[in-house]
C-alpha cells in the first residue's frame, strides 16, 4: 500500500523465510501454503494507519485486541463466573502466545464479544459485526444463527422482517464501505 501497490495482487510467498516465522502460514487442504492476501481490507487498512502515525507493529493491535476482549468477557459475564471466566486465557500457552506474536485473530473475536455485549443496541451489535466481518471470513459463518436468532426474538412478521432488514443492511454497508476500495 505504502508504494501504491494493491497488496491483493502480491505474492508473499517468501515472508515465512523474511520473517523467521515457521508457525504461521495459511494451508489449503492439499498441505501447499497460501500465497496472496484472502482476508478483508479491514486488518490492513489498519496496519497501514498505524505505521502512518509510526505505530506499525501488528503485535500492537493483537495484544490490545486480547486484553479488550478479556476486560469484556470479564465486565460481561456474572459476578459470580468473574474469578473464573478469564481461566482459559492463562491454561493454554496458545493463548498467550499468539497475540504476543501478532497473530491477529483476537481482534474479531474482541468485536464479536462487544457485539453480544451491546446486543440490545441494534445499531452498534450491527456495526461492531461488520467490522468482524470486515477482519476475518470466520464471523461470516455466525451470520445465518444471528438471522434466526432476530427472527425467534421478535413477535410478528413485520418486526422480524426490520431486524433482520436494519441488522443486515448496516452489517453489509460496513463490509462493502471498507472493502469495496
Known amino acids: 500500500l505504502k508504494r501504491g501497490q494493491n497488496p491483493y495482487e502480491w505474492n508473499f510467498t ?4 523474511a520473517f523467521h516465522d515457521q508457525l ?11 500465497h496472496r492476501v484472502t482476508y478483508p481490507a479491514l486488518p490492513m487498512s489498519l496496519l497501514y494507519l498505524l505505521d502512518g502515525i509510526g505505530l506499525g507493529s501488528v503485535k500492537l493491535v493483537s495484544v490490545t485486541a486480547q486484553v479488550v476482549l478479556m476486560m469484556l468477557l470479564f465486565l460481561g459475564s456474572p ?13 493454554a500457552v496458545e493463548y ?12 474479531w ?31 461470516w459463518l455466525l451470520a445465518p444463527f444471528l438471522v434466526m436468532h432476530l427472527w425467534y426474538t421478535h413477535d410478528t412478521w413485520k418486526t422480524r ?5 436494519l441488522f443486515g443492511g448496516i452489517s453489509a454497508g460496513m463490509f462493502i464501505a471498507i472493502n469495496l476500495p
Do not use: E, K
Open 79 to 91: 459476578h459470580t463466573y468473574r474469578p473464573i471466566v478469564l481461566l482459559p486465557f492463562f491454561a
Open 161 to 165: 422482517i426490520r431486524a433482520i432488514m
Open 109 to 139: 473475536c474482541a468485536l464479536l464479544a462487544g457485539m453480544i455485549m451491546a446486543w440490545n443496541r441494534p445499531i452498534l451489535r450491527a456495526i461492531l459485526f461488520g467490522l468482524a466481518c470486515n477482519y476475518r471470513q470466520q464471523p
Open 96 to 107: 498467550q502466545y499468539f497475540p504476543l506474536a501478532g497473530l491477529q485473530d483476537v481482534f
Open 24 to 34: 504461521n502460514f495459511t494451508a489449503f487442504l492439499d498441505g501447499s501454503t497460501q
Open 14 to 17: 517468501d515472508m515465512r523465510r
